[in-house]
């Protein structure tokens, strides 16, 4: 065991301490320093007694991330969100102890932080690592929560060395596949490169180690070469009077070996190791500089790209040109300001390395522009803080959310899909049978929308079918036209089986007990029939029939004179007894309503029957059966017109479900009278559908309109007495329908 004043001891201390971070601090003013020292103060007591794979102690890590913000210079929250990133998770610290030491902002920083730190990319799909990311960027509505996230992921890639072993794959994996493309995304250049290089390091150590001794022997041979080239393009600058920065730079590691892999070359064939970037101090002498460089060197024809023109999706802005140096070595060259150097190295961060560097505050317009608008799509720039941060809280990617399978699976849905979409998404009969979901382990109800991270659990029943009411709030084209295909089926085959109903009533009345069979003997009798309805099929004849496309009565009249034809006579004791009880309602081949779901059969609105009235079934051409009061003016109208159409009809002893009803109610208009009214309708049973009442509310005495659900018509008395006792009801009445017009 070291001394206490061994050197790992005292570098320990020193990497544990604060002052290595507040050197870097500079930027920010005091009482913002004071508030980092303090988070920093919070997390070394909560990490107290913890160490890292190293031996070093824990608080070490958060002192490197915000080190790293602080190299983006950006503001103290995310400072002290990056010194907290870890509190929440492995020191028994809840969101409500940062809430009070440090203020919202921070605690949502760090619980941000804390949320994406539980995801795990786990899966090696095709398409998977892209929605990943975006979710990543989604989830993170606040970008700082992002920047840090790469701060802490930099700086474990840079401390992997000291980490088992078999975790080395997995982490390195992520890195490259997840987080490099993020930084890559927000213009993080820089960091971009090294998280490459850093996981290529881990991934395939023998391959970078073979590649970086083979770099630094051909550096070593083209150093030389290296320079003469920035002396040249120095002396052809200057003599122009253009004052330049010129710094010679490498291909990454990682780089090289994607360009050998995938062109399948030697190393020795990789001729474009070396690029050199010119620093300029405005666009127009960037271009003049390339003038120069073109008749310096040879161009390689279609090696030429103008990102100043038109900028890159992350906001990136520079020339780049590859050119034919001495000893015939492409070298490429990229030309920009210091602004888009900065954008190009930094990104994001850009916002504040710039703001910082300027004593106004106020960052670069072109700038500010290009990396808001292509970014983060905000319309209209702003320079003020605080406003900045309510314009940047939005989704990187708007149109999506992205949500898990129990599984892990990660599936894109579109804003505002619901669980009913997500259902139909993963099979159309995990759509058609689901009857609830859960999300993050708790029942929802159906109509819920998705939120990113979300894990969504679909139940599903065999006997379960799709609601015409999801309709109502599915989002996802899938899932509407499964929903409409299977209930145009459902209408389809429930039309068919009203149809079977009417043809077998109205043959009853033509004296036929029973329809015609369907044995081989029996087909040249439908065939006739069919040609004589222009039917294709024996279905489409009875669906056709059930919508109110064919007329049973003229459809059985036909049979019976086919029948006749071969002999077969009408039953003259059923045709009696069937015209004789017809008036009655008492035939056998009645429809019965039983208010069971079928499309095919409808209440009508005009009059709303209920259980106990006296009902006509009208038979709508193309709309099924609407059931109306046998008092119903629409109905008697339709009548004197249509008779035909009208089909007898009669309620089930026992109906399955409530019946909606209007009604009326009366009342002395005063405070509270509503409430009153409403509660007397829930003492009664009775469920309120809609609430009407009339536009001049001033006056004394007022009619408030309900439409309400009941069983039946007893029920309904009930309900009509239970308002008349309430208080401040004059009256309260059935809505009837107008009499015969």
């Not at 009775?686 to 509310?697: K, R, T």
């Amino acid at each position: 065991m070291p001394a206490i004043d061994s050197p790992l001891a005292t570098a320990n201390a020193a990497a544990a301490s604060f002052a290595a971070l507040d050197a870097r601090l500079d930027y920010l003013d005091p009482s913002d320093r004071e508030s980092v020292r303090k988070a920093y103060r919070f997390a070394d007591n909560a990490h107290l007694g913890q160490l890292r794979h190293s031996g070093e102690p824990y608080i070490t890590h958060p002192i490197a991330v915000a080190a790293q913000c602080a190299e983006w210079k950006l503001d103290a929250y995310a400072l002290m969100a990056a010194l907290l990133h870890d509190t929440l998770e492995d020191c028994g610290v809840d969101k409500n102890d940062l809430l009070q030491a440090f203020g919202p902002q921070v605690a949502e920083l760090v619980d941000g932080l804390t949320k994406l730190d539980k995801l795990r990319f786990n899966t090696r799909e095709e398409g998977q690592a892209e929605s990943f990311r975006k979710m990543l960027l989604a989830m993170a509505r606040d970008v700082r929560v992002i920047l840090v996230k790469l701060a802490d992921r930099l700086h474990n890639m840079r401390t992997m060395g000291d980490m088992p072993r078999n975790k080395w794959g997995r982490i390195s994996t992520e890195t490259l596949e997840i987080y490099a493309p993020i930084a890559h995304r927000l213009g993080l250049n820089q960091t971009f490169r090294e998280l490459q290089d850093l996981s290529f390091r881990y991934l395939k150590p023998w391959r970078y180690s073979t590649l970086a001794k083979a770099v630094e022997r051909s550096r070593q041979r083209r150093r030389d070469l290296i320079q003469k080239v920035q002396q040249e393009v120095q002396a052809a600058l200057a003599g122009a009077g253009l004052n330049a920065r010129i710094i010679g730079r490498e291909k990454t590691l990682y780089s090289i070996y994607r360009k050998m892999d995938d062109k399948r070359l030697s190393f020795a064939q990789v001729n474009d190791l070396y690029g050199v970037r010119l620093i300029l101090p405005n666009v127009l002498d960037c271009y003049t500089a390339m003038g120069l460089l073109h008749q310096l060197y040879k161009p390689v024809p279609g090696r030429f790209k103008d990102y100043i023109a038109i900028p890159k999706v992350n906001g990136y802005q520079s020339l780049h040109t590859t050119l034919v140096g001495p000893a015939s070595i492409n070298i490429e060259f990229q030309i920009r300001t210091d602004s888009m150097d900065l954008v190009a190295e930094a990104g994001v961060a850009a916002h504040w390395l710039y703001k910082a560097g300027h004593k106004d505050g106020v960052p670069d317009e072109r700038m500010g522009t290009q990396w808001l608008q292509s970014l983060l799509d905000i319309q209209n720039e702003t320079r003020d803080a605080t406003e900045f941060w309510d314009h940047i809280k939005v989704d990187l990617f708007p149109d999506s959310v992205y949500v898990f399978t129990p599984k892990g699976q990660i599936m894109a849905m579109p804003q505002g899909a619901t669980t009913v979409d997500f259902a139909y998404a993963i099979h159309s009969n995990v759509g058609d049978h689901t009857v609830a979901a859960k999300v993050n382990g708790e029942q929802v109800p159906l109509r819920t929308e998705l939120r990113n991270g979300d894990v969504i659990e679909i139940i599903t029943a065999p006997v379960s079918s799709p609601n015409p009411a999801w309709l109502g709030f599915v989002r996802t084209g899938r899932a509407r036209s499964r929903i409409r295909h299977h209930l145009k089926n459902l209408a389809q085959d429930e039309s068919r089986e009203l149809g079977e109903k009417l043809l077998a009533q109205a043959l009853r009345a033509e004296g036929l007990g029973q329809p015609p069979g369907h044995e081989p003997s029996d087909k040249p009798l439908w065939d006739k029939l069919l040609r004589l309805t222009g039917n294709r099929t024996h279905e489409e004849m009875l669906t056709d029939i059930g919508l109110g496309k064919r007329s049973a009565s003229l459809i059985a009249k036909r049979l019976v004179t086919l029948l006749a034809a071969q002999g077969i006579k009408p039953d003259a004791l059923l045709l009696t007894r069937e015209r004789y009880t017809a008036h009655e309602n008492l035939s056998q081949g009645a429809v019965i309503l039983d208010g069971a779901d079928n499309v095919s059969i409808k209440y009508a609105t005009c009059c709303r029957p209920i259980p106990g009235d006296g009902v006509l079934g009208y038979l709508g051409r193309g709309e099924g059966l609407v059931v109306h009061t046998d008092n119903c003016g629409v109905a008697r109208r339709l009548q004197n017109k249509d008779a035909e159409r009208f089909i007898t009809v009669a309620w089930a002893d026992e109906p399955v479900r409530s019946f909606e009803v209007g009604v009326v109610v009366t009342v002395v208009n005063g405070k509270g009278v509503l409430a009153r009214v409403a509660a007397a309708m829930a003492a009664a049973e009775a469920d309120i559908v809609h609430i009407g009442m009339a536009e001049d509310a001033g006056q004394e005495a007022l009619d408030l309109r309900f439409v309400i659900t009941v069983r039946d018509r007893t029920h309904l008395e009930a309900v009509l007495r239970a308002l008349s006792r309430t208080q401040s009801v004059l009256r309260a009445a059935r809505i009837m329908p107008a009499a015969s017009g």
